[in-house]
């Protein structure tokens, strides 16, 4: 069950990430990047956790879904644009 949980934190945050960003934002994306924003998150959180663990001996757990959801949207404000 775990594994299952962990997965999904790696799924869902970058829909996370987009959801909040289209609700708390007024800003257009470029949508050519998008799909590399949702590939790059995961592997951004994956490495976060990875080194985390490694250096301070911490892992996030499943609190990863909320630093995958926030990695997705700072990585979306990065590559915003001003609506027309």
Known sequence: IDLVY???AY???PLLGFFFFGLL??????DKLMPYVAIASPILCY????????????????????MNGL???LLMFIFRQERN
Not at 25 to 30: E, P, Q, R
Not at 47 to 66: A, E, Q, R, T, V
């Open 47 to 66: 490495l976060l956790d990875y080194f985390s663990k490694s250096i301070f001996g911490f892992g996030f757990g499943f609190s990863i879904l909320i």
């Open 71 to 73: 990695i997705t949207f």
């Open 11 to 13: 799924t869902y945050g």
């Open 25 to 30: 934002t007024k800003y257009g994306v470029k």
């Open 6 to 8: 962990t997965l999904a």
